[in-house]
């Protein structure tokens, strides 16, 4: 109910001393991720067997970068992603969350849901052609952040980070969260320059069904 109260309101001039504000503090800092894991799992012992378990550490963005990053390519414009861009974006999806083709039309729903919502789904196009893309979820974390093979070391990932979160404070008026795991040693050094930093004892415990087909 609290995740979907904040989504419910993002993007509508809510304040810093809003709702919002107070939902991301109860989420992500007032409630001890180990604590809250440790009483889950007690309650779902059962649950938690047939699940692949995925910890997520916890980056906020206290104020929006300044520093400066080279310009974008020549012709290269941000835009808001289209429905139509859902079909494109999925395969990529699958791969990194390494599940099968099955799972496809799961992906589509959730993208073109995240397409639709008032929350940013920005991508980098050249022409017609889409570069890069990255989306802020229903609970207002930066994610699905991807960069085409050709388009690599560019400078294309830090232009959405700091569009996305220039945006995340212009409309929801909140610090900017991101979620991404320990291992991800690119996602973090990129967020780190664009002034996300760790919140150490925060974070997020990702169940999948092994019994889902591609899993």
Excluded at 7 to 16: A, C, L, P, Q
């Amino acid at each position: 109910a609290v995740v979907s109260t904040q989504s419910g309101h993002y993007g509508r001039g809510i304040s810093k001393e809003s709702l919002v504000r107070e939902v991301i503090r109860f989420a992500c800092h007032s409630v001890h991720r180990d604590m809250a894991v440790s009483k889950f799992a007690e309650t779902y012992t059962s649950y938690s067997q047939k699940h692949k378990v995925f910890d997520y550490e916890l980056l906020t963005a206290p104020s929006p970068s300044t520093t400066e990053i080279r310009p974008l390519p020549e012709g290269c414009v941000i835009r808001e992603l289209e429905l139509d861009h859902a079909p494109l974006i999925a395969p990529h999806w699958i791969s990194s969350l390494k599940v099968s083709d099955d799972s496809l039309h799961f992906l589509l729903r959730e993208l073109r849901q995240n397409i639709s919502s008032p929350r940013p789904a920005l991508g980098i196009f050249q022409g017609n052609t889409l570069m890069a893309w990255i989306q802020v979820y229903y609970d207002g974390s930066v994610g699905s952040l991807f960069v085409l093979d050709d388009h690599r070391r560019k400078g294309l990932g830090r232009h959405l980070v700091r569009r996305v979160v220039s945006e995340i404070w212009e409309k929801a008026g909140t610090e900017p969260l991101a979620y991404v795991l320990p291992e991800n040693a690119a996602s973090k050094a990129l967020l780190s320059a664009e002034g996300f930093v760790p919140r150490p004892g925060n974070g997020l415990r990702f169940f999948v069904h092994q019994d889902l087909k591609g899993i």
